[in-house]
């Protein structure tokens, strides 16, 4: 059932039932029913694909094979999901999950995983998506399993697009697309470019965002998935728009509304007609822009979707009602945006309350389909018996009825619990972050203060050595002056006075450093300013140096500079970067270290720090010879509190920190290495 094109999945499905119901194959024929919904959601016909997961649920509850009941829950959970019904999508994802998770089924529960974090994210619940998302990651991971990694890549993607972190919702998507190619699973492919062409348009990059967008619309196409094809057109529409290419965005836009109504996924007939109106409002078309927005609004009636970008929507139509002096119109429409902006928490905490009843509805809707068929097959029996099982059934749902109240009263209660264990569980996580990042600054202080009690040591001893070697001329003044040997006081006098020169010099000498470090060191102020980037990462490798050797006073390590001398200087937060640059060579000599430590007098350690200008970027390059990184860690050290050293020697925050301010200043850290060999940060630069 791997083929891309719907229609012939959907005949190819049929023939496979009818062979399957002929040779009476229970096991054969449920299986192929759950594949079948699969393909009648994607193509829209949901009527068709809850007629066959009632008949496999049917056949696998006779069969009590829980493996396959859990595949029609989450079948189930993904045909209410597809109609924007995620309360009950999770309802069902959860049922699914339950079962897989007794019986370990890890391939099923990396999928449920993944599916059930989309409706959590449908629903702005970010926090729990998530945690599923990485569940379902990390299962895939140690399965090795390239295909489950692709899909919930994705959905980390479209997580983390949602949120607004947009480097890493393109890492994501990125690297699911690319695993998607590798393995030919068109469907995550699709998902992909669909994605990233919302990323793109989101930073203003509109033609690669059209481009991305046409992508997922043709390969929608290919694959006879309308409600994909849809959403791809709409937005390919929406980058020409602001790129004021009207006509032109106008024609696609139609074709999409078009191709929307005929996919029946609500979600896709409100984005597209959305679109639509956004493109009228541009042009200054209010009336036309109310129609569509009504449009999209009508479809969305019935779902379960509280998102903010609905909410923005409203703020357009409210606009749209203002412009045409519909006042009243545009105030309730304001009002539905603010509601929104402001509820949306609320509304899903009271839709998760009162889905605890959906057990009670579902197995009602399964009794009473068993009644209706043990009805059938005993027409001719008595009326008696025929009573007896009326009143059986009504008093099961009166008992039924009493459960499912109890039921809900104790989810209100759950649910109110869970609450309060989040926000005391949120506060404690963000005194902790805190109190991290406070830790990882006042290390770096600590390394930054080792390094300047260095610098300024040598100016200060010989201070010391001048001021005792001039109190023992003075008594000697005083000897000659005694002797009358004034000769022997003129020359003292004469070495007293290159004495106090040489303390002056050394004096402004240690001035000048402190002055320097000060500079270097002050709390930033934000602004950039234009810096000697050669004398900043010189200072910096000098302080971190002598920092690490004031913690470990055997430490050496050869340090080289290979500095272009046309660098010159650039527009940066100085004590910004300069942090970066300690942290980086700080580590550095640590990875030396703990290499001199097992291999022993032949191995030398050796840093490196280069700088090179190049046409509209400067790099700031550091290397060591040191242990190395390994591959499956290099893909984590920017994330925050993720650390290789032991408990208690180090936050986890440095290179994120680092990775964070190099951003800040539009540019980029990356890090290229090889275990036992060494490793070396390339910092790039905007000119």
Known sequence: MANQNLDSAISLGKMILQDAVKANYKLGEGITRIRLANNYCFKGDYAAAATDLA???????????????????????????????????????QKSIAIDERNNFKEELSRSYSNIAISFQMQSNFTRALQY???????????????TQARTLVNIGITYKTIGDLTRAEQSLLKAEQLAKKNNIKVVELYAYSNLSTVYQTRRQHEKAYAYAMKSAELGLEMGDQGIRSTGLSKAAAALAEQHRYAEAEKLIEQAVAVADSSRQPLNIYQTNNTFGSINKAQGRYKEAIRYYEKGFAVMSSTDIYDEQIGESYKELSQCYENTGEYKKSLEAFKL????????????????????????????????AAAAQEQKDAVASARQLALMIGLGCALLLIIGIFVGYRNKLKAYAMLRRQKEELNIAFTKLRQTQAQLVHAEKMASLGELTAGIAHEIQNPLNFVN??????????????????????????????DI???????????????????NMLQHSRTSTGTKEATDINTLVEEYMRLSYHGVRAK???????????????VGKVDIIPQDVGRVILNLVTNALHATGEKKKNAGDTYEPVVTVGTQRLKDKILVTVQDNGSGIADAIKEKIFQPFFTTKPTGQGTGLGLSLSYDIIKAHNGDIT???????GTTFTIELPV
């Open 55 to 93: 008949a496999a649920s049917a056949i696998f509850n006779t069969l009590n094979d829980s493996a396959n009941i859990s595949r029609v829950f989450a079948a189930y959970g993904m045909m209410n999901g597809m109609q924007t019904r995620y309360d009950s999508a999770i309802y069902f994802y």
């Open 133 to 147: 998302q990485q569940k379902s990651l990390q299962l895939a991971e140690e399965r090795k399993d390239e295909s």
């Open 337 to 368: 945006y603010s509601l929104i902006k402001d509820s949306v928490i609320s509304k899903e905490n009271v839709r998760k309350a009162t889905e605890t009843s959906m057990n009670f509805e579902f197995e009602k809707k399964q009794q009473a």
């Open 465 to 494: 050595n001048f001021s005792e070697v001039s109190a023992e001329m003075a008594d000697e003044i005083q000897e000659a002056i005694t002797r009358n040997d004034y000769e022997e006081v003129q020359l003292l006098a004469k």
């Open 497 to 515: 006075r290159e004495n106090l020169d040489k303390i002056a010099h050394h004096g402004k000498r240690a001035d000048a450093i402190v002055k």
């Open 552 to 566: 470990e006073k055997s430490f050496n390590a050869t340090l080289n500079t290979n500095f272009d001398a046309g």
């Open 671 to 677: 890090v290229a290495s090889a275990v036992n060999e």
